[in-house]
């Protein structure tokens, strides 16, 4: 998946002009499509990690 395209393709359809309006909306997305677990801070060893 190309995130570069897909975000430009989804700004598009959504007429987005603004910086701040695409900022937020980037913010937004990425928080959608991306997760994360604190746990990967306090893990000791790659098996920790690799479970995480």
Do not use: C, H
Not at 10 to 15: G, P, T
Not at 37 to 50: F, G, Q, T, V, Y
């Amino acid at each position: 998946m190309n995130l570069v395209e897909k975000f430009k393709q989804e700004i598009q359809e959504l007429n987005l002009k603004e910086p701040y309006e695409i900022a937020y909306f980037l913010y937004i997305r990425t928080g959608e499509i991306f997760e994360y677990n604190p746990l990967w801070e306090i893990a000791s060893d790659k098996e920790s990690r690799k479970n995480i």
